[in-house]
C-alpha cells in the first residue's frame, strides 16, 4: 500500500492504537490521519481521513491520546510550541518555549515526554503534565 498527500518529506509518523492507521506529519507543513485500506474497491475507505496544513512549517513530530484519535498533538522546530489539533483545526496550542524535536504521551495520559533540540545545547527531555 501507498498512501499519498504531502507535498514534501515525511518526518514523522505514529500509530493509533487500535491499529486502524496512523498520523503523518511533514515539512511540508501538513499533518493527515490515515485509514489503514483494507479492501481497494471500498470506496467509503478514501484517505487521508482528516488534514490539517500550517503554511511554512515543518513538523517533526504528532501523537495522539490513546483513547482519541481525533485529538493530535504536532510540534515542530520553528515556533516552540505544541499545536492541539481536533478534525483538521487547531484548537490549542501549549508554548514550551523550547523547540521540540519529539513528543511522546504516557498511555495513562498524565504526562507528556518532550525531547528538545536547542542549538549550542545538549539535549534534553522534558516532562510536560497533561492536560496542559
Not at 499519498?4 to 507543513?29: R, T
Not at 488534514?51 to 504536532?74: E, G, L, T
Not at 504526562?111 to 510536560?128: T, Y
Request: charged share 20%; proline share 5%.
Amino acid at each position: 500500500m501507498i498512501y499519498k498527500a504531502h507535498m514534501g518529506p515525511v518526518k514523522c509518523l505514529h500509530w493509533l492504537d487500535d491499529d486502524s492507521g496512523f498520523i503523518s506529519g511533514g515539512w511540508d507543513g501538513h499533518v493527515f490521519t490515515w485509514k489503514l485500506i483494507t479492501d481497494s474497491t471500498d470506496s467509503r475507505d478514501q484517505n487521508p481521513q482528516t488534514r490539517f496544513v500550517h503554511k511554512n512549517y515543518q513538523f517533526a513530530c504528532v501523537a495522539n491520546k490513546p483513547d482519541s484519535k481525533s485529538m493530535i498533538y504536532a510540534a515542530g522546530p520553528l515556533d516552540k510550541a505544541i499545536k492541539i489539533i481536533q478534525n483538521g483545526k487547531e484548537i490549542e496550542r501549549y508554548d514550551a518555549g523550547l523547540n521540540i524535536s519529539q513528543i511522546q504521551l504516557m498511555n495513562g495520559g498524565r504526562a507528556m515526554f518532550a525531547g528538545i533540540a536547542e542549538n549550542d545545547r545538549p539535549g534534553s527531555i522534558q516532562v510536560i503534565c497533561f492536560p496542559f
